[in-house]
């Protein structure tokens, strides 16, 4: 069973995908901010780890890259974000700092499951 990671400070859309990723099987556990993310990162190590884009603390993800950079951390990094269309033109340069995937708000479950598989 694969484990997802999500780290968004809108406690309700985090809750949400938790339990919907839950029903399609995946090991899933939502956090709202960054220390209590990277502290569960470190001690749980996730597949993945889902990501606002906006995400008022920048450390996190910065702090996520460097351990995925670093192998110190497996997982993949998919970042969810209002504005993500820009981003998809970088792609190829983001997965070498550790993200592997995007999705654009409003986004639906088959997206975000989309992205899971072909990460």
Known sequence: MESVLIVDNDM???RSLELHLQLKKYNAISVCNGKDGLALANKWK???ILV???FPDTEFLRDIQAK???DEMNCKVVIIGNDIGHSRIAAKENQRSGVHGYLSKPFRLDDLFS???DS
Request: hydrophobic share 45%; net charge negative.
């Open 12 to 14: 309700a859309l985090s």
């Open 46 to 48: 996730p597949d993945f």
């Open 52 to 54: 606002d884009r906006d």
């Open 68 to 70: 995925v950079l670093q």
């Open 115 to 117: 992205v899971l598989q």
